[in-house]
């Protein structure tokens, strides 16, 4: 939709794409908080994980991890067909230093958003909103768009778009989004070493 309503403003396809992640963000985690979690990233639900939460057995999370690519790959494809895009591999290479290094914040961050939140006690509504808040300004803070998911990566490689990713560049950024996260998991037990007792 960006591409189409605002052609050669790659400024303006940048907040019109921020600004949809972000508000939609928001909504599907409130939506699916009842519904395990609502957990739409391998990374968080891999650190859950860590942390002993919701997830349990590694089965779980494996089940989680195959929806959330599975349900990526889709959504690529669903849009493209709402907005007459070719089904076609992404051509947008992503993986220079800068970008790759962008990742790695953007994970870090996302984790420490999640987790750190949700040790304080935090309600869901506040993570929700703080997960989109984040995501919607790592847009702009990262010079990757902050993808830091990868389900979000293998999803976007479907999609010759703005929003689009190399398959060749996917790589690069699923081992920098895995760094990212341990760098988070790191912080968030530094920083939230005790869940918060409510």
């Known amino acids: 939709m960006a591409e189409s309503l605002s052609p050669g403003d790659a400024g303006l396809q940048l907040l019109q794409n921020s600004i949809a992640t972000a508000l939609g963000l928001a909504v599907l985690i409130v939506l699916f908080m009842p519904v395990g979690g609502a957990h739409l990233n391998p990374l968080v639900t891999t650190a859950d994980s860590a942390f002993a939460g ?5 089965g779980d999370a494996l089940a989680r991890i195959a929806a959330q690519l599975t349900g990526a790959v889709g959504g690529a494809l669903l849009a493209n067909a709402m907005f007459a895009v070719p089904i076609a591999f992404s051509t947008k290479i992503r993986a220079d230093l800068g970008t790759v290094l962008a990742e790695v914040v953007a994970t870090a961050g996302l984790i420490l958003v999640v987790f750190g939140l949700e040790r304080a006690g935090r309600s869901a509504g506040v993570i929700a909103a703080a997960v989109g808040a984040y995501i919607g300004a790592a847009y702009w803070f990262t010079s990757s768009t902050a993808f830091a998911n990868p389900a979000v990566t293998v999803g976007r490689m479907f999609t010759d778009t703005f929003a689009g990713i190399a398959p060749a ?6 081992g920098a989004q895995i760094l990212g996260a341990a760098i988070g998991t790191g912080l968030v037990l530094l920083l939230f070493p005790r869940k918060a007792v409510s």
């Open 54 to 58: 919701s997830v349990g057995r590694a």
């Open 169 to 174: 560049s996917a790589p690069w950024f699923v």
